[in-house]
């Protein structure tokens, strides 16, 4: 599926705020550049405000050179909970985009119990950004709680200024027993091997 400029696309689900259990996506998942805004893009569900478990996405996400995307293999923008999920998918980005191999931005909502945990769940796909992005193995960027989680995908920045991490790219949230085992490579990025923590 395709979707237009500053719009949400996920394989499975535009917006959850329910519960998804034992679902699964397979078909690929594109957008158009943001403009003044961003596109979001997600192989199972691009927004989640609700609860995701036992679930997987194998479908790839985004596209090289296109800008302005927050794209991921199993959602692109998470407020919600992650539990026991997989996403096997490829993800890249362009130009000032946040792309993740599980999640792009993973957020907390002090009205949401949970919010932003991610728990028990592994990417596997490579992620690619462009300049002045922040991309992760599993997660983009992060304020949320990984427990027990894994990447396994190489993550590569083609262009300048940009933050990456073989398990999360930008993170100021908590990270236990979780790893990374894909490569990292970059043109003028800040790479951490693991995770960028501020």
Partial sequence: MSVAANASGGGLVGFNSGTITNAFATGDVTGAAGSNGITTLGGLAAVNLGSISNSLASGDVGSPNVANLQAAGLVGNNSGTILSSIALGNVQA??????????????????????????????????????????????????????????????????????????????????????????VTSTGATAPSAAWSR
Avoid at 110 to 117: H, L, R, V
């Fill in 94 to 183: 362009g130009d000032g985009s946040i792309a993740g191999g599980l999640i792009a931005s993973n957020s907390v909502n002090t009205s949401i119990a949970n919010s932003g945990a991610i728990t028990a769940s592994q990417a596997s796909g490579d992620v690619t950004v462009g300049a002045a992005s922040v991309g992760g193995g599993l997660v983009g960027d992060s304020a949320g709680a990984i427990t027990n989680s894994t990447a396994s995908g190489v993550v590569a920045s083609t262009g300048p200024n940009s933050i990456v991490g073989g398990l999360v790219g930008d993170s100021t949230g908590v990270i236990t027993n979780s790893s990374a085992s894909g490569a």
